[in-house]
């Protein structure tokens, strides 16, 4: 089946830090990829997304390449601040039903001042 | 853009009592839509498959008497809660495509707290 491995958190970084989180994908075809960006208590939005190998999502500073080759859709921001913190959730669409997702574990991000 | 919205955002009952939640596309139809559970502080997990005129494809370890769903229009799905119990303490969100095969936009989530 599906799966998303996500970097493992909390991830903690001082303002205008370089982020990496890390991840990794198995599926069977070629499926979307996605970050997802969810502060606490509010629901998931969606960050950047890539359809097909070599596409680069990005978004509010934030980047991600997609990487056949590597199974991998590495989260990048060059400079980070306060107002990042929040959970990141890697994620999939099924490539035979790309309404159906499947995600990561979610890593927490904490920028600090 | 797409825009699916759930309602209510939250919501506290009793033990053994039951609660609705709405899920709606906007500004799109959708045949399908997808309901996801959120534990605390843990990734989201695919509940149920909902499809328009027909039965809900639950995944594996679901309760479907428990977990009511109902896609009674190409604009709304709703999840039932039956007999909640502290257990079903939960954030639950849905999703829905614009068309088969396509990529799913999330509503904003409903925290359901039983008490």
């Known amino acids: 089946g599906n799966s998303v491995t996500q970097m493992e958190g909390p991830v903690t970084l001082s303002e205008e830090a370089f982020l990496t989180i890390n991840c990794t994908y198995t599926?069977?075809?070629?499926?979307?990829l996605f970050w997802y960006v969810q502060y606490p208590g509010e629901g998931l939005q969606l960050l950047l997304k890539?359809?097909?190998?070599?596409d680069k999502g990005s978004n509010k500073g934030f980047e991600a390449t997609y990487r056949k080759e590597t199974t991998s859709f590495h989260l990048e921001k060059g400079s980070v601040q306060v107002s990042d913190s929040a959970v990141y959730f890697c994620?999939?669409?099924?490539?035979?039903?790309?309404?159906?997702?499947?995600f990561g574990d979610g890593t927490t991000l904490t920028v600090k001042p | 853009g797409a825009v699916v919205s759930q309602h209510p955002s939250r919501v506290i009952c009793k033990s053994g009592t039951s609660v609705k939640i709405e899920c709606r596309s906007l500004?799109?139809?959708?045949?399908?839509m997808f309901w996801y559970r959120q534990f605390p502080k843990q990734s989201l997990m695919l509940m149920a498959t909902?499809?328009?005129?027909?039965?809900?494809?639950?995944e594996q370890g679901v309760e479907k008497d428990k977990f009511l769903i109902n896609h009674a229009s190409l604009t709304l799905s709703t999840l039932t809660v039956t007999s909640a119990h502290p257990e079903d303490s939960s954030f639950y969100i849905c999703?829905?495509?614009?068309?088969?095969?396509?990529?799913?936009?999330f509503g904003q989530g409903t925290r359901l707290t039983v008490v």
């Open positions: 500004d799109f139809q959708a045949t399908t």
């Open positions: 890539a359809t097909k190998a070599d």
């Open positions: 599926a069977t075809g070629y499926p979307s």
């Open positions: 999703s829905a495509s614009p068309r088969t095969n396509t990529e799913a936009f």
């Open positions: 909902s499809n328009e005129g027909s039965k809900a494809t639950y």
């Open positions: 994620a999939l669409s099924d490539p035979t039903n790309a309404g159906k997702s499947t």
